[in-house]
């Protein structure tokens, strides 16, 4: 389908500027809504002066426990304590992933510490635990990062 001008011809081009501002306006929202949308979990970490950062590679997996007992393996939630160690098998030991344990500070140590059992039932040797610098100890802020591991 072309443009009809005043001598009759038809121009045969594609008119692709629409187009381009299109999708340049989609590129815009992606941009602005990606980093909205992994955020993560709302933890409130305990403090700690000795803090490392959490590494950035991908071959790592997060699980948290939050004030109200629920259990996520990153993002996506565990149903039970029983579900734990199957995922756990499946997306941690089987793929040789590094494991960090995030629990809220408010969580009871009874909860955290069967968590860790079940960590050491499907036979994951290195746990990290994530905490936070203490606000005058972080020159940016307080970021999450892993207080230690064990063996």
Same mark, same amino acid.
């Given at each position: 389908?072309?443009?009809?001008?005043?001598?009759?011809? =038809?121009?045969?081009?594609?008119?692709?500027?629409? =187009?381009?501002?299109?999708? #340049?306006?989609?590129?815009?929202? =992606?941009?602005?809504?990606?980093?909205?949308?992994?955020? +993560?979990?709302?933890?409130?970490?305990?403090?700690?002066?000795?803090?490392?950062?959490?590494?950035?590679?991908?071959?790592?997996?997060?699980?948290?426990?939050?004030?109200?007992?629920?259990? =996520?393996?990153?993002? /996506?939630?565990?149903?039970?304590?029983?579900?734990?160690? +199957? /995922?756990?098998?499946? #997306?941690?030991?089987?793929?040789?992933?590094?494991?960090?344990?995030?629990?809220?500070?408010?969580?009871? /140590?009874?909860?955290?510490?069967?968590?860790?059992?079940?960590?050491?039932?499907?036979?994951?040797?290195?746990?990290?635990?994530?905490?936070?610098?203490?606000?005058?100890?972080?020159?940016?802020?307080?970021?999450?990062?892993?207080?230690?591991?064990?063996?």
């Amino acid at each position: 389908m072309g443009a009809s001008l005043g001598n009759s011809k =038809f121009v045969s081009e594609i008119n692709v500027t629409p =187009f381009v501002d299109v999708m #340049l306006v989609l590129l815009i929202i =992606f941009m602005v809504a990606t980093p909205m949308m992994s955020q +993560g979990l709302d933890v409130d970490l305990p403090q700690t002066k000795q803090v490392e950062v959490l590494p950035t590679e991908a071959d790592h997996m997060v699980l948290t426990v939050r004030r109200d007992g629920k259990i =996520f393996l990153d993002e /996506y939630g565990v149903d039970s304590m029983e579900d734990l160690e +199957g /995922y756990l098998q499946r #997306l941690v030991k089987e793929k040789n992933k590094s494991l960090f344990l995030q629990a809220d500070k408010e969580v009871p /140590y009874g909860i955290v510490v069967e968590v860790m059992g079940h960590i050491k039932a499907v036979g994951i040797e290195k746990l990290g635990v994530m905490a936070e610098q203490p606000e005058g100890a972080a020159p940016g802020g307080a970021k999450p990062a892993a207080a230690g591991t064990r063996k």
